[in-house]
Nanobody
Framework: QVQLTESGGGLVQAGESLRLSCTAS????????IGWFRQAPGEDREFVAA???????YYKTSVEGRFTVSKDYAENTVYLQMNALKPEDTAVYYC????????????WGQGTQVRVSP
């Protein structure tokens, strides 16, 4: 069982930055991949970025070059550094965990709100 807690959301202006944190308890991140997802009002939840075992990273095309996902094993935390934010990045951001051999994201955090004003 993995418990995930996100933090770091807030209200910023377009062009500014935020760093989201996803702290895991119950299991080490060395055996889990962590994904970031977001859901805007009236929209489906969508994939944003992920970091896998061995620290391979994957990004949604529209955030590549602006967002960076990283792991801090000592803190058992995954970060999503978001630069050059745009109003269309406004959403609730969730992190999720998937065990090394799993095919689905089994554990989810409660979400953190990100609002980007024009």
């Amino acid at each position: 069982q993995v418990q995930l807690t996100e933090s770091g959301g807030g209200l910023v202006q377009a062009g500014e930055s935020l760093r989201l944190s996803c702290t895991a308890s119950g299991r080490t991140l060395r055996t889990y991949g962590i994904g970031w997802f977001r859901q805007a009002p009236g929209e489906d939840r969508e994939f944003v970025a992920a970091i896998g075992i061995g620290d391979f990273t994957y990004y949604k095309t529209s955030v590549e070059g602006r967002f960076t996902v990283s792991k801090d094993y000592a803190e058992n935390t995954v970060y999503l550094q978001m630069n050059a934010l745009k109003p269309e990045d406004t959403a609730v951001y969730y992190c999720a965990a998937r065990f090394i051999t799993a095919t689905s994201w089994a554990y989810w955090g409660q979400g953190t709100q990100v609002r980007v004003s024009p």
